[in-house]
């Protein structure tokens, strides 16, 4: 159980297009989803967190107009890099909380790798 | 302010050879402590839970202990694929996740 996919696993695109990233949660249903993105050698850096029919709340120092994330079912978000730049590269990984886990474990998707060129 | 840190940053050992990984943590209103798996460009694996002092959780070769200030996760005779890095994250009273920046275990054959 507890399963998290995310779709593409890795994807390069040129400066100045847009990218979309698909989490989805597999065999629970995940009223929390959160984004991150990861440098090589380094932690976890939390991008947003996104509830399922609201608006996603950004951490300090994220640009919402650059990422955008829609969260529009309990088993579904999207995060799209609009008008990507070289230093948009990065591996993005999503993360999802089931409502039905009171520890409020995370569990993550594989991850994203997107290369910017 | 809330912080997790995570000792040693990196740990070589021999095969079989055990050992502890050490998380620290001064955080407010803590709701629980996780440990994580993660391999080279993957996300990260769920080890883990705890919720409080003294509370001890196993799997396979994998130990993960719980005081009030710091957790441990102790590896016995660990193999080759125990190779990771290995994450430990608090969860504060608005259940936020705290994440340490990682140990990054290597065991040689």
């Known amino acids: 159980g507890a399963v998290v996919s995310q779709h593409p696993s890795w994807v390069i695109c040129k400066s100045g297009t847009s990218v979309k990233i698909e989490c989805r949660s597999l065999d629970f249903q995940a009223t929390t989803m959160f984004w991150y993105r990861q440098f090589p050698k380094q932690s976890l850096m939390l991008m947003a967190t996104?509830?399922?029919?609201?608006?996603?709340?950004?951490e300090q120092g994220v640009e919402k107009d650059k990422f955008l994330i829609n969260h529009a079912s309990l088993t579904l978000s999207t995060l799209t890099v609009t008008s990507a730049h070289p230093e948009d590269s990065s591996f993005y990984i999503c993360?999802?909380?089931?409502?039905?886990?009171?520890?409020?474990?995370?569990?993550f998707g594989p991850g994203t790798r997107l290369t910017v060129t | 302010e809330d912080q997790v840190t995570q000792s040693p940053e990196a740990l070589r050992l021999q095969e079989g050879e055990s050992s502890s990984l050490n998380c620290s943590y001064t955080?407010?209103?803590?709701?629980?402590l996780f440990w994580y798996r993660q391999d080279p460009g993957k996300g990260p694996e769920f080890l883990f839970t705890l919720y409080s002092a003294g509370e001890e959780k196993e799997k396979e070769r994998l130990k993960a202990t719980l005081t009030k200030k710091e957790s441990f996760l102790h590896i016995t005779a660990p193999k080759p694929e125990d190779s990771a890095t290995y994450l430990c994250a608090s969860v504060d009273s608005n259940y936020q996740l705290i994440w340490g920046a990682g140990t990054k275990l290597i065991i040689k054959p």
């Open positions: 993360s999802a909380r089931s409502q039905r886990t009171p520890s409020y474990e995370q569990y």
């Open positions: 955080v407010s209103g803590l709701r629980g």
């Open positions: 996104s509830n399922e029919g609201s608006k996603a709340t950004y």
